[in-house]
C-alpha cells in the first residue's frame, strides 16, 4: 500500500510538473527567425551590434554597403564557417522561390536548411549606418528568441 502511494504522488507530481511547463514551452520556426531579423531592417546598425555582438566577419558589399555577418553554431563542435573563408559567400545563395513564403518579410529572406549545423545571417548596412536588409540561411529556428528584448528593438 506504502508502495503505491508513494507512486500516485511521484506520478501526479510529475504531471503537475509537466503541465505547469507548457504555458512556457515555445516550438521555435524559421518563421519568428524572419521575424526576428525584421525587427532590425530599417534600424541603426549599433542596435544590432548592441544586442547580438562584433559580428564575426564585416566585408564591403556594393554601392558603399557593408555587411555584418553572424554565424551561430549548433555546438562546439561543429565546423565554423567563418573559420573557412570559402563557406562565405555574398550575396549567398538563397533563393526566396523555394523558400516558404513565411521565412521572407519585408526587407528579410531566408532560406530553412535543416541538414546545416549553423546559422549564418548577413546584414547590409547603407552608408548612413541604416540596416537595409537581412539575409540568413541555415537551421536558425533555435535562435528565435535572440539575444535581444523585442520590445527594446522597436522605434
Not at 559580428?55 to 573557412?84: I, M, S, W
Request: hydrophobic residues 35%; charged residues 25%.
Amino acid at each position: 500500500m506504502k508502495t503505491l502511494s508513494m507512486f500516485a504522488f511521484f506520478l501526479l507530481t510529475v504531471v503537475v510538473l509537466s503541465m505547469s511547463g507548457c504555458k512556457s514551452m515555445s516550438f521555435p520556426t524559421a518563421k519568428g527567425y524572419t521575424e526576428l531579423c525584421q525587427t532590425y531592417v530599417g534600424g541603426d546598425s549599433s542596435r544590432l551590434i548592441d544586442a547580438w555582438g562584433i559580428p564575426g566577419r564585416t566585408f564591403d558589399a556594393k554601392n558603399q554597403d557593408k555587411v555584418l555577418v553572424y554565424v551561430v553554431t549548433r555546438d562546439e563542435y561543429t565546423l565554423n564557417p567563418l573559420a573557412h573563408s570559402a563557406l562565405i559567400e555574398y550575396p549567398p545563395r538563397v533563393d526566396p522561390r523555394t523558400s516558404p513564403r513565411s521565412v521572407s518579410a519585408e526587407g528579410v529572406i531566408g532560406q530553412p536548411v535543416d541538414s546545416m549545423d549553423y546559422c549564418i545571417t548577413y546584414f547590409e548596412v547603407n552608408p548612413q549606418d541604416k540596416i537595409t536588409k537581412a539575409i540568413w540561411r541555415g537551421d536558425c529556428r533555435a535562435l528565435e528568441s535572440g539575444p535581444v528584448d523585442q520590445a527594446d528593438v522597436k522605434e
